[in-house]
T-cell receptor
Framework: AQKITQTQPGMFVQEKEAVTLDCTYD???????LFWYKQPSSGEMIFLIY??????QNATEGRYSLNFQKARKSANLVISASQLGDSAMYFC?????????FGAGTRLTVKP | SQTIHQWPATLVQPVGSPLSLECTVE??????LYWYRQAAGRGLQLLFY??????ISSEVPQNLSASRPQDRQFILSSKKLLLSDSGFYLC?????????????FGQGTRLTVV
C-alpha cells in the first residue's frame, strides 16, 4: 500500500526567507506522481507542483520547487522568498493509477 | 473546462440522522472520483474512490458508504451519523489511470454532528 509521511506538524518562517517542507513516501509501484497542494483557511485545495517518478530534473513552478530524491523516497517542497500569503496548510500527495493519497500536512506560518 | 460541484457547503446534523452528500463533475468523461475526510487541523483521509459507475473501493471501514449512479456523480451516505463523523468532506476527480495529472477538488462540505 502507498504511504505518505509529513513529519512537521508546524513550521515557521520569516517573510522573504526560504523554507523546506518535508515529505517521504513509500510505494512498490515503479510509476507514480508526487504532488503538493496548499490549503488556506478557506479550505480549498490548490495544486502547486508535480514531480513524476521518471523525471530526471526537479520540478519548479515560480517560487516553488520540489527537491526529489528518489533513492531516499523524499519529495520536499521548497518555497523561496516566503510571503505572508503563503501561510496555510501544505499537503504532499502521491498518485499511482486510480489512487491518490495525502500526508498529514504541515501548517506553515510566515512571520512579518 | 472541467468543473466540480459539491454540496451543501455546511451541514449540521443530529446524531443518528442520515447523510447524503453529492458531488458532480462537468466537462470530462470517465473520471476517477474520490471522497476524502479531513478532521480539524489534520490531513486528508481517503474514504472511497471509484474508477467507474458502480465501482467503489472503500479504504476505511465505518458507517459511511458511497455510490456512483452515473459517470460523473459521486454520493457519500450514512444511515446513522456518529459524533465522530464530523469533519470537512472533500470530493475530488482525476483523469482515469496514469500518474501525472493532479486531482481537482470541490469546495468541501463542513459537517458538524451534534
Amino acid at each position: 500500500a502507498q504511504k505518505i509521511t509529513q513529519t512537521q506538524p508546524g513550521m515557521f518562517v520569516q517573510e522573504k526567507e526560504a523554507v523546506t517542507l518535508d515529505c517521504t513516501y513509500d510505494t512498490s509501484d515503479p510509476s507514480y506522481g508526487l504532488f503538493w497542494y496548499k490549503q488556506p483557511s478557506s479550505g480549498e485545495m490548490i495544486f502547486l507542483i508535480y514531480q513524476g517518478s521518471y523525471d530526471q530534473q526537479n520540478a519548479t513552478e515560480g517560487r516553488y520547487s520540489l527537491n526529489f530524491q528518489k533513492a531516499r523516497k523524499s519529495a520536499n517542497l521548497v518555497i523561496s522568498a516566503s510571503q505572508l500569503g503563503d501561510s496555510a496548510m501544505y499537503f504532499c500527495a502521491m498518485r499511482v493509477p486510480n489512487d491518490m493519497r495525502f500526508g498529514a500536512g504541515t501548517r506553515l506560518t510566515v512571520k512579518p | 473546462s472541467q468543473t466540480i460541484h459539491q454540496w451543501p457547503a455546511t451541514l449540521v446534523q443530529p446524531v443518528g440522522s442520515p447523510l447524503s452528500l453529492e458531488c458532480t463533475v462537468e466537462g470530462t468523461s470517465n473520471p476517477n472520483l474520490y471522497w476524502y475526510r479531513q478532521a480539524a487541523g489534520r490531513g486528508l483521509q481517503l474514504l472511497f474512490y471509484s474508477v467507474g459507475i458502480g465501482q467503489i473501493s472503500s479504504e476505511v471501514p465505518q458507517n459511511l458508504s458511497a455510490s456512483r449512479p452515473q459517470d460523473r456523480q459521486f454520493i457519500l451516505s450514512s444511515k446513522k451519523l456518529l459524533l465522530s463523523d464530523s469533519g470537512f468532506y472533500l470530493c475530488a476527480w482525476s483523469v482515469r489511470g496514469g500518474t501525472n495529472t493532479e486531482a481537482f477538488f470541490g469546495q468541501g462540505t463542513r459537517l458538524t454532528v451534534v
